[in-house]
Structure formats: C-alpha cells, structure tokens
C-alpha cells in the first residue's frame, strides 16, 4: 500500500531546463508535505515544504505547486543545473504529534550540461 | 550546531553476528525515527521514538529488529542474526517538539556478507 506515488522514476533534463516531479497521496489527513534532496552517499536533505492552506511556494529556483483537491503536488526546477543532479524524494504527513513522513519511491534527476 | 550524527557510517557483519546502528538527534530534537533504503527504492519507515518511548514501530520487522531511545545516549537500532537481506542503508532523522521538518543523518550502510 503505497501512500505517496511519486513519478518518473527517473528524469534528464538539458541544463536551463524545467525539471518536473510529480506525487499524489491517498490520505487526505496529510497536512504537511516536504521534498528531499538526497546526493549520492548521503542523507536526504530538506529542500522545501508546504502545507495545503497553499497553492504554490518558490524559494530560489524550486517552487512547489499544491493541488488539494486532486491530491496531488510537484516540485518545479527552473533553470536546472548540473549541480541538481541527485534522487528527489516527496514525502507527506498527518499531524497528531508524530509527524512520520511517508516518501514516495524517489526520481533520480539527471542534469546534462 | 551539529546535525543528525549516525555511526558507525559504514558497517559490515557476516551472517548471524548482532549489528548495532547509533543516531546522536540534533541538539534540542526529542523525537527520533529510523528508515530503510534499499537500492533503487524510496526510504521505508522502520519505528518512531521518543525519550524512552516507542510511538510506533508499525514498519520494523516483527523478529531480530529493536529500537531504544533511552534517557541519556543515542538511539540505537538493533539487528540480531543478521540475514544478506538486511544490507541496506539505514538513516535516522529527528524533529523538534511539534514535528513537521526532519532532518536525516548520513545513514548508516550495512554490509551483511
């Protein structure tokens, strides 16, 4: 049973380009919803998070876009960079004091440049 | 201001032998949870902790797998009679009081040869 589906599973993209990673979740308790960034050999770092009072936040390059409706949100590259190339990871969680993320299976994005 | 801090980094136990995987949580987190990345897949959750508690352990394997967050001292994940199909990476993240962002340590790879 997989919570959070996220898509493609892998990505490449020409430098200046637009990478697009989408997730959908299944539980509408869901109120809180990260993206990682996780370099080879490394743990997963936060890159970005927004809740569905929200449609859309950006921070520098990356802009999340929120569908609460369709349940289903994605993580925006601009100007993608060679630098950029690492496994992205969504995830999602409920409140109620625990706040365990759910990931979805990842997209190993590939820049080239 | 040093972050998740997992040790050993790397680890490798032949079948049968205990392995024990620590996690320092940031300074100030008190909630503390364990993952596993298999190759190519997304980080599946294993347990959640807190101080001396275990909140949920919904996604540990029901033999040879145990989790402590003690008083004093890291948390510790505990493999007893390690089979090949433990080898993977495991990664601990922690959160302030109230959740919402986790922050992962390097991960802990295990090697069961």
């Known amino acids: 049973q997989q919570q959070v589906k996220q898509s493609p599973q892998s990505l490449i993209v020409q430098k200046g380009g637009i990478s697009i990673i989408n997730c959908a979740y299944e539980?509408?308790?869901?109120?809180?919803f990260p993206w990682y960034q996780q370099f080879p050999g490394k743990g997963p770092a936060l890159l970005i998070a927004i809740r569905p009072d929200v449609s859309e936040k950006k921070e520098g390059r990356f802009t999340i876009s929120f569908n609460k409706s369709a349940k289903q949100f994605s993580l925006h590259i601009m100007d993608s960079q060679p630098g950029d190339s690492a496994t992205y990871f969504c995830?999602?969680?409920?409140?109620?004091?625990?706040?365990?993320?759910?990931f979805g299976r990842g997209t190993s994005l590939i820049v080239h440049p | 201001n040093a972050g998740v801090m997992q040790n050993p980094r790397h680890l490798v136990r032949r079948r049968g032998q205990e392995a024990r995987l620590r996690c320092s949580p940031m300074k100030g987190h008190s909630h503390v949870y364990w993952y596993r990345q298999l190759p190519e897949e997304g980080l599946k959750f294993m347990v959640y902790l807190q101080k001396e508690n275990i909140i949920d352990e919904s996604g540990m394997p029901k033999e040879r797998f145990s989790a402590e967050f003690p008083k004093e001292g890291p948390s510790i994940l505990r493999i007893q009679q390690v089979v090949r199909g433990d080898s993977a990476a495991y990664f601990c993240?922690?959160?302030?009081?109230?959740?919402?962002?986790?922050?992962f340590g390097q991960g802990t790879r295990l090697t069961v040869v």
């Open positions: 993240a922690s959160s302030g009081p109230r959740g919402t962002e986790a922050f």
């Open positions: 539980n509408t308790a869901f109120d809180y």
């Open positions: 995830a999602a969680s409920e409140p109620g004091g625990s706040y365990i993320p759910t």
